[in-house]
């Protein structure tokens, strides 16, 4: 890991948790007739989804749950732009709604990947709810439904995401100030 710190917070607890309850909402008003499935992407969703999905039973939203592992980066900050399964989901999503919950929105290709291997599985209709979102580092053209706050072209971490799997702890999001710069 390269010198750096984490001492800029840039969402505390308490703006994640009163976001979280608004984003549950929106999220539970669109749910539809069919069968939902959540299905979170390992690792960095698993704190989100957790947090969420406890919100949602507050609206009455009983969902099956399941992970799928796809990998898409390195050890450190660099994404290599191949997305590979690491593991799959083992609930059967045919003609289900499908929410997909991940940490983070970046190039999106791994958001990408996991819609196309969905719709593959044949998912009646798929949504995506990530947590965060940095719109400016897009290089394939997709959007989430739901998105709990945007970022700026930063390396943030903690709510689940890491650096280098460490951070992953923090009940808050920071960035990486890199001291190397
Ligand atoms: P993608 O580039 O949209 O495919 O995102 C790939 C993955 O990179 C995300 O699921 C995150 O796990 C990770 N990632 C992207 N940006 C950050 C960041 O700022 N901090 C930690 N992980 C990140
Ligand atoms: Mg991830």
Do not use: W
């Not at 669109?30 to 039973?57: E, T």
């Not at 059967?92 to 719709?119: E, M, P, S």
């Not at 394939?140 to 943030?156: H, L, Q, S, T, Y």
């Amino acid at each position: 890991m390269r010198p750096h710190n984490t001492n800029k917070i840039l969402f505390s607890a308490s703006d994640i948790d009163a976001r979280l309850d608004t984003l549950a909402e929106d999220l539970a008003a669109g749910c539809r007739d069919r069968p939902l499935v959540i299905v979170g992407i390992l690792r960095g969703s698993f704190i989100f989804l957790a947090d969420l999905v406890r919100k949602l039973h507050v609206h009455g939203v009983n969902p099956q749950i399941d992970f799928m592992t796809l990998l898409s980066r390195g050890s450190g900050v660099e994404t290599t732009g191949k997305v590979i399964i690491r593991k799959d989901i083992t609930v059967d999503v045919k003609d289900t709604n499908v929410v997909l919950v991940d940490d983070i929105l970046d190039t999106g290709r791994t958001l990408n990947f996991a819609v196309q291997h969905l719709r593959d599985k044949g998912a009646a209709h798929i949504q995506a709810c990530m947590f965060l979102d940095k719109p400016s580092r897009r290089e394939v053209p997709i959007e989430a439904d739901f998105v709990g706050f945007e970022v700026d072209d930063v390396f943030v971490v903690g709510y689940g995401l890491d650096y280098d799997s460490y951070y992953r702890e923090l009940p808050h999001v920071a960035e990486v100030v890199f001291l190397d710069e």
